[in-house]
C-alpha cells in the first residue's frame, strides 16, 4: 500500500493567519480525501480532492476558507485560510487504493492562538 | 443519514485480556474499516472487511452483513494495543462514515 509522507505534524498559529498542510504519495493515487478531526471528535470528511478537477467540498466546508490544490497523482495541498481557535483540530489525508483499502497521513496537529 | 456507532466507549482492561469493540451500521456498505489511531493523531489501517472474518496476529474482524454489526477482537492484549479503534463505512463515492471511536487502555 502507499506511504503518505504529511507536513507539517503540528504547528500553533495565530488567529487571522493561513496555514499550509501538504500531502505527498510514493505512488500515483486518484482520490485523496482531507478529514478534519476536533477535539474528542470523531473525523469528519472536508473535501475530496481528484486531480484534474475541482475538489468536491461537504456540506459545511468552504473553498475560501479551505482551498485544496491536486496538481498531480501524488501531491495535495490543504490550505486553513484566516484561522480562528475553532481551527484548531487534526487534519488528516488519505487515499483509497482499492484492495489495499485507505491510507492515511500521520496527521497535523494544529493550535491556534 | 449514514450512522455508525460503536460500543463501548471506554475500555480498560488488563493485560493478557480478551477483548471486543463492537461497530453497527445504518445503511447497506460496500465494505467497513477498522482504523487504529495513537496519541500523536495518525491513523493506521487495520482491516478493511465486506464479508466474513479477518486475522492478522492478535487481531480479528468480524462482519454480519445481514445484522449492519462487526466486531473487533484482540486477544492477549498488550499495553501498546492501547490506543483508540474506530470502524468506518466505505458508502458511495468511496466516501468513509466514521464512528467516534474506542478509547482502549490496556493496564499491565
Known amino acids: 500500500s502507499a506511504v503518505i509522507s504529511q507536513k507539517p505534524s503540528r504547528d500553533i498559529c495565530q488567529r487571522g493567519t493561513s496555514l499550509t498542510i501538504q500531502c505527498q504519495v510514493d505512488?500515483?493515487?486518484?482520490?485523496m480525501f482531507w478529514y478534519r478531526q476536533q477535539p474528542g471528535q470523531s473525523l469528519t470528511l472536508i473535501a475530496t480532492?481528484?486531480?484534474?478537477?475541482?475538489?468536491?467540498?461537504e456540506s459545511g466546508f468552504v473553498i475560501d476558507k479551505f482551498p485544496i490544490s491536486r496538481p498531480n497523482l501524488t501531491f495535495s495541498t490543504l490550505t486553513v485560510s484566516n484561522m480562528s481557535p475553532e481551527d484548531s483540530s487534526i487534519y488528516l489525508c488519505?487515499?483509497?487504493?482499492?484492495?489495499?483499502?485507505?491510507?492515511f497521513g500521520s496527521g497535523t496537529r494544529l493550535t491556534v492562538v | 443519514k449514514n450512522e455508525v456507532e460503536q460500543s463501548p466507549q471506554n475500555l480498560t482492561a488488563q493485560e493478557g485480556e480478551f477483548i471486543t469493540i463492537n461497530c453497527s451500521y445504518s445503511?447497506?456498505?460496500?465494505?467497513l474499516h477498522w482504523l487504529q489511531q495513537h496519541p500523536g493523531g495518525g491513523i493506521v489501517s487495520l482491516f478493511m472487511?465486506?464479508?466474513g472474518k479477518k486475522k492478522h496476529g492478535r487481531l480479528i474482524a468480524t462482519i454480519n452483513i445481514q445484522e449492519k454489526h462487526s466486531s473487533l477482537h484482540i486477544t492477549a492484549s498488550h499495553p501498546r494495543d492501547s490506543a483508540v479503534y474506530i470502524c468506518?463505512?466505505?458508502?458511495?463515492?468511496?466516501?468513509?462514515?466514521f464512528g467516534k471511536g474506542t478509547l482502549l487502555t490496556v493496564n499491565p
Open positions: 488519505s487515499v483509497e487504493q482499492g484492495s489495499y483499502g485507505y491510507t
Open positions: 505512488s500515483q493515487v486518484t482520490m
Open positions: 480532492a481528484n486531480q484534474g478537477s475541482e475538489a468536491t467540498y
Open positions: 445503511v447497506g456498505i460496500s465494505a
Open positions: 472487511l465486506s464479508s
Open positions: 468506518a463505512e466505505i458508502g458511495s463515492n468511496y466516501k468513509l462514515t
